[in-house]
């Protein structure tokens, strides 16, 4: 098996402990709400085919605090989504938002191969290696799950 880069890590936690917090929260919900959910590992090597699909991360930053929440979305197409996710959570977020494909990363993601989907969202929750971005973040977790299922069923029934 190929190993992946599992993200940004600071004394506040690590990304690979988080994201999956997160991803599990927004399942939970959407799944009670009666979405059907396909949850994958970040070296998942299979392709799927959804409605929706959001891609769950925490940035790190050199220098510390330089970035924070963020979103990507595929080359080639509509910043729309992308737009909506940043009106959405913008304002419940008391730290910068810096952007929407801010990096080549962010925008050239790889995952956005591995799922044939109308609506591909990466998000940037913030930034892990921010000490009061990651202490804001952290109990919070749970929160941001549902907050992301929300956002989700919101934009299924546009």
């Keep these: 098996m190929k190993k992946c880069n599992l993200g ?3 004394a506040a936690g690590r990304e690979r402990d988080w994201t999956p917090i ?3 929260a927004a399942a939970r919900t959407l799944r009670s709400d009666g979405y059907r959910v ?3 590992p970040a070296d998942y090597r299979a392709h799927d085919r959804a409605r929706f699909a959001a891609f769950v991360h925490f940035d790190g930053a050199i220098p510390r605090c330089a970035s924070g929440a963020s979103a990507g979305f595929p080359i080639g197409t509509s910043p729309a989504l992308a737009d909506r996710w940043r009106t959405f959570y913008a304002p419940r977020f008391p730290f910068a938002f810096r952007g929407l494909n801010i990096t080549t990363n962010e925008s050239g993601y790889y995952a ?3 799922v044939d989907a ?3 969202l990466l ?3 913030g930034e892990l290696s921010c000490p009061a971005q990651a202490a804001w ?3 919070r977790l749970d929160t941001l799950g549902v907050l992301l299922a929300r956002f989700i069923e919101q934009e ?3």
């Design 22 to 24: 997160v991803a599990d």
């Design 118 to 120: 109308p609506e591909k």
């Design 38 to 40: 396909l949850r994958r």
């Design 8 to 10: 940004a890590g600071s």
């Design 123 to 125: 998000i940037e929750f």
């Design 137 to 139: 973040m952290k109990p």
């Design 156 to 158: 299924l029934h546009r």
């Design 112 to 114: 956005f191969r591995k």
